[in-house]
């Protein structure tokens, strides 16, 4: 059996997969026919929440149910609808939680004020912990300790 080079058995196998990967990358085509709407759709739905993912904006989610709350704002939007409507329509049917800036009400408040409680928590933890530690002493050791590390170390070292 004849010996092949490992250089023409590299561009034996990278040869296929060059050819099957062409390079017929394109824009997506927009979805709406008016550019004009269609950045208006973009940028009402950054500042709401995709409700499957729930880190990422609507505008940027590709989950089916995102794709068809965009396509209903955009229809809502091409019926003349205002965004203080369809946000409200939005804010009725999925609550604030749709919102990435939901108002401070009643049912927010533990939103808007749950980070700085917990910093607050966290303040007063690491407070108690130093004083603590403060109380306890230096650390130093007594004339005790120092006269028992000795021994042990005297003893380590006959050993």
Known sequence: MPKVSTTLLRWLVCLPLLTLSPAHAADAPPAARDPALEARVIAF????????????????????????????IRDKMRAG????????????????????N????????????????????????????????????????????HARARELLQEAERQ
């Open 81 to 100: 609808e205002s965004d203080d409507a369809i946000r409200a329509y939005l804010v009725d049917r999925y609550g604030d939680f749709v919102l990435y």
């Open 102 to 145: 939901p108002p401070l009400k009643a049912t927010t408040v533990l939103l808007w004020a749950g980070p700085f409680a917990l910093l607050v928590i966290g303040l007063v933890v690491l407070a108690l912990n130093i004083r603590r530690r403060a109380a306890a002493g230096s650390g130093a050791l007594s004339d005790e300790d």
């Open 45 to 72: 739905t950054t500042n709401l929440r995709c409700l499957v993912c729930q880190n990422e904006s609507l505008a940027a989610s590709q989950a089916d149910l995102a794709i068809d709350l965009k396509n209903q």
